[in-house]
């Protein structure tokens, strides 16, 4: 029972971390734009 407990956990971590990444990745693709945006504006 314990071990069944452990695993459920370990998949809802690991999903959890999943988003987590994407949405960091987002973040940072976000974050490109608009510094990519802003040289544009500047030169």
Known sequence: MTA???N???GVLS???NVFIEQQSW???GLS???NAA???QS
């Open 27 to 29: 973040l940072a693709t």
């Open 4 to 6: 069944l407990v452990f």
């Open 8 to 10: 459920v956990n370990a």
């Open 15 to 17: 999903c959890i971390g």
């Open 39 to 41: 040289h544009k504006r």
């Open 33 to 35: 734009c608009i510094e």
